[in-house]
């Protein structure tokens, strides 16, 4: 299972943008699709999460601004970034629950991070 994400860039304060992952592999399902990122010198937070039927939870310091989506049929998470802030750079990690076989636990899997830098 490979996550593809893409979609970063730099930005100027106020600005919008748009992060896509896209899951490709030997997998039957996917459950729960998520967003997390890490800052220089801090953990790795979650910024937003969809569940397979489009549930979805946000870190207060977002809301409002973020929507995350899916598209199951193409296996790719999306997340509209909207109003950002110097505050939300980072680096930004796709994450999906996927159940590799059925009958198989699930389990985590990250994309490779895509940097995002608002400017002042």
């Known amino acids: 299972v490979q996550l593809q994400a893409s979609g970063g860039g730099l930005v100027q304060a106020g600005g919008s943008l748009r992060l896509s992952c896209a899951s490709s592999?030997?997998?039957?399902?996917?459950?729960?699709m998520g967003w997390y990122h890490q800052a220089p010198g801090k953990q790795r937070e979650l910024v937003a999460v969809?569940?397979?039927?489009?549930?979805?939870k946000y870190v207060d310091s977002v809301k409002g601004r973020f929507a995350i989506s899916r598209d199951n049929a193409k296996n790719t998470v999306y997340l509209q970034m909207n109003s950002l802030k110097p505050e939300d750079s980072a680096v930004y990690y796709c994450?999906?629950?996927?159940?590799?076989?059925?009958?198989?636990?699930?389990?985590?899997?990250w994309g490779q991070g895509t940097q995002v830098t608002v400017s002042s």
């Open positions: 994450n999906a629950d996927v159940r590799v076989m059925w009958g198989r636990d699930t389990r985590d899997y």
């Open positions: 969809i569940s397979r039927g489009g549930y979805t």
């Open positions: 592999g030997r997998f039957v399902s996917i459950n729960d």
